[in-house]
């Protein structure tokens, strides 16, 4: 809502001023999106009459113009204005005054004399019109300053409102606030009934009561259309956003934006019978004033006459019944339409009103009458006319059912006790009707307030008229003591240092996703879904992290970053009727990172290569020790099918690591499969507590071993069996090496282990050290059909 702060103050005129009043407006919950200066600083402008024109004698584009500035003597001024005219007032710069790009001085111009300058409406930086000087009318003060008689000191406001507070989208409406708010009388527009003087009238007919409960409409007659608009008319309707067109229209226009009722304007002449208000029948079309043809939906609110529609209720008139200047008979409308009948209409046809941003938030139904008279009064003082009686029709109007207010629940909500005598002067000034029942207050809310209709919505305006400012936090009293930190929980924090230390970024997404990212990432063919999501592709929850940052890979790639090193923590969400939930849902916390591209900075002493399976499985192990981590292989919806594997921790399956599938690869256009991995957070923040142990001061005996076995035998299978069957002297047993190929039969697969065997007490012998391997070459032969590879 823009408005214009002179305007305003014909209404109410608060002592505060400039920032002050746009901070009270913005504290009272009526944002001050932008305020502005009319036009920019500038002075020495005053209203002249051009007395003479006269050819240049040295030059064809100029004139030599005498002037009356007011100041008792003609003054000489050389001007290249086209349509300078003998006898027209415009704005004249004198000698000194200082314009926004320009000083004037006394100036000899191709060898005449030139005491000022004629001034457009660009030079004055108040409009981009350069095509002529700015014509001021007639009777305009010879003399004055150009400044006070345009009211160019104005300062214009565009309020951000919030749905609730349609009662705001009227300088009415405004008024009344600040005068709450500062304690200002309000003067309202004049909107005293204007006199019956013509017998014409038109019945009206309410055949859905339920979208339109109350219509009236006034005939008037032998009017002017082509009667000019009154300056101060266009200049508030300019401050405002809206165009000047004609004197009937902007009329209409003037007491929306005064009033926050919309009018429409009918040609009279061209309406048959009586005025409907009745519901679109399917494949009914109408012509509206924007040159938009429409086919209405059986939804759509009308205004019809007896043959056809002739405006679609609370949004547009429509053309075949439009006002032009041969007008001289209108039909002038003022109803009520409820919010529910015009909500969504505009929008489905791709357009927007003035009027129905009103309706659809909700327009006092009891001011409707007013605007009518101040409108009937406003066309009879400028275009004439004689009016005929007010018609109307109503039905069943939204009731303003009391609310009961109780002190001590304004007490408890707001934290601070406010006595009865501060809330009755609140309620008072916000023109709301109350009575008294003990300590209690019964409120009933005004027509112009649909927002008020429950015991907090009443506490809200206490609050906002007593002032947030003045609401004070109290300094919290409690016992305080330090948490216990337990060392087997690892805190979340250092989880996250400790990616951040490998190079990792965090990143933060929404929970609600793609259906297809269920689908792709979870195989979840039955995600949980939003009931009203804030977007068509964010319509489920998620249960995995991975399509999040797949997106931010994507949307990284565009912006040429190599490598991507990402992770995420945040709940995912499961279907849950069984087990501890809330409301169904499991909401278990997940840890989620991926790395794409070079396993490593570019550097000059190690070869380029890009992260695979063993560096995502490194990460992993880094972050669980000095747990250790069992890796088996899986299948998972997500994953390259020989490159994948879910990760254990003391027989508890905690997650899955691996490639991404190629197939998604694909579908989601990476240059480059990501490697990744999931983890339960709640698994991982279990730490283990640190166990002493002896330290051997003697030697340690190497071996190394190598077996053939089937190329089926899952490695994890081999290690635990032996790490179960090895001798008490074995410390450690790691692979180094796996071979294929040349030498080893077709589906066997060769792995060559070292082994690490010592004694804290004594030096093992030769004979000790070959009997453990002979145990283990026994064992791994027994178990696994083995052979050692010579």
């Not at 019978?273 to 924007?290: M, S, V």
């Not at 916390?589 to 794409?596: G, M, N, Y």
Request: proline share 6%; hydrophobic share 45%; charged share 25%.
């Amino acid at each position: 809502m823009k408005f214009s702060e002179s305007w305003l103050r014909t209404l109410v005129d608060p002592a505060v001023k400039g920032d002050e009043l746009s901070h009270l407006l913005t504290m009272a919950g009526l944002e001050v999106e932008e305020e502005e200066s009319v036009a920019p600083a500038f002075n020495g402008v005053v209203v002249a009459e051009v007395l003479d024109v006269a050819k240049h004698p040295d030059a064809d584009r100029l004139n030599v113009c005498r002037v009356d500035a007011g100041d008792g003597t003609a003054r000489q001024i050389v001007c290249g204005a086209p349509k300078v005219l003998a006898g027209m007032r415009v704005p004249c710069a004198l000698p000194g005054a200082r314009l926004p790009n320009v000083t004037i001085e006394k100036a000899k111009v191709r060898g005449v004399e030139s005491s000022g300058m004629l001034c457009s409406a660009k030079e004055l930086g108040i409009s981009d019109d350069a095509s002529g000087l700015l014509a001021l009318p007639a009777d305009a003060p010879i003399g004055r300053d150009i400044r006070e008689y345009l009211d160019l000191d104005d300062r214009l406001r565009t309020l951000t409102l919030t749905p609730n507070r349609a009662d705001c989208l009227s300088l009415a409406g405004i008024a009344r606030e600040v005068s709450a708010l500062t304690g200002a009388p309000v003067v309202y527009p004049s909107a005293a009934p204007v006199p019956e003087s013509a017998d014409a009238r038109r019945a009206i007919i309410l055949d859905a009561p339920q979208a339109c409960p109350f219509y009236c409409g006034r005939v008037v007659t032998e009017v002017d259309a082509r009667a000019p608009t009154p300056d101060w008319m266009k200049r508030r309707l300019e401050r405002s956003g809206i165009r000047s067109i004609s004197a009937l229209v902007d009329i209409t226009n003037y007491v929306m934006l005064e009033w926050g009722q919309p009018l429409h304007a009918f040609d009279n002449s061209k309406l048959d019978g009586a005025i409907h208000a009745r519901l679109a029948r399917a494949g009914e079309t109408i012509r509206l004033l924007n040159e938009q043809t429409l086919e209405l939906a059986d939804d759509v609110l009308l205004i019809a006459d007896d043959k056809r529609p002739v405006a679609v209720a609370g949004i547009m008139g429509g053309e075949d019944s439009g006002i032009g200047l041969d007008t001289t008979e209108i039909f002038l409308e003022s109803a009520f339409f409820t919010p529910r009948a015009v909500a969504g209409r505009a929008r489905r046809y791709g357009f927007a009103s003035d009027a129905s941003h009103r309706f659809e938030r909700g327009v006092d139904f009891g001011a409707s009458r007013q605007a009518l008279e101040r409108a009937s009064q406003l066309i009879l003082e400028i275009c004439g006319g004689k009016a005929g009686a007010l018609c109307e029709a109503r039905a069943g109007l939204p009731a303003r059912s009391p609310i009961r207010l109780r002190l001590p629940r304004v007490a408890k909500v707001l934290g601070i006790a406010l006595d009865a005598s501060r809330i009755a002067e609140i309620f008072t000034r916000l023109e709301l009707t109350f009575a008294r029942d003990g300590d209690d207050f019964i409120v009933t809310p005004p027509t112009h307030r649909f927002d008020i209709e429950i015991e907090e919505d009443l506490i809200e305006e206490i609050a906002r008229l007593h002032g947030y400012d003045e609401i004070h936090a109290p300094s919290p009293k409690a016992r305080l003591s330090m948490p216990p930190q337990t060392e087997n929980a690892r805190p979340l924090w250092r989880v996250r240092q400790i990616l951040a230390d490998r190079g990792f970024q965090e990143v933060i997404n929404f929970a609600f996703v793609e259906e297809a990212w269920e689908t792709d990432f979870a195989a979840n063919a039955a995600p949980i879904r939003l009931a009203n999501p804030i977007a068509s592709q964010m319509s489920v929850m998620r249960s995995t992290l991975i399509g999040g940052l797949i997106a931010n890979v994507t949307a990284n790639l565009k912006r040429k970053q190599n490598p991507i090193r990402l992770f995420e923590t945040g709940r995912c969400f499961f279907r849950d009727p069984v087990g501890e939930s809330v409301k169904g849902f499991r909401q278990p916390w997940k840890l989620a990172a991926l790395i794409h591209g070079d396993a490593l900075p570019e550097q000059w002493g190690a070869t380029a290569r890009v992260a695979d399976f063993y560096d995502i499985k490194g990460e992993v192990e880094l972050l669980l020790a000095p747990a250790v981590a069992r890796f088996e292989k899986t299948a998972h919806p997500a994953l390259h099918p020989g490159r994948g594997a879910r990760i254990l921790i003391d027989e508890r399956e905690a997650g899955f690591l691996g490639e991404l599938h190629p197939r998604l690869t694909q579908k989601y256009d990476l240059p480059l499969a990501p490697v990744l991995f999931e983890l339960d957070l709640d698994v991982l923040r279990r730490a283990r507590l640190p166990r002493c142990a002896e330290i051997s001061r003697l030697p340690a005996a190497f071996r190394d071993l190598a077996i053939v076995v089937d190329q089926t035998l899952a490695l994890q299978t081999l290690l635990d069996g032996l790490m179960d069957n090895r001798p008490s002297i074995v410390r450690d047993i790691r692979l180094f090496d796996i071979y294929t190929g040349k030498g080893i039969d077709h589906g066997k697969k060769s792995l060559a282990f070292r082994i690490v065997m010592q004694d804290t007490e004594r030096t093992l012998q030769d004979t000790e050290v070959d009997a453990a391997i002979e145990q283990l070459v026994e064992y791994l032969r027994q178990a696994f059909a083995a052979q050692l590879r010579v």
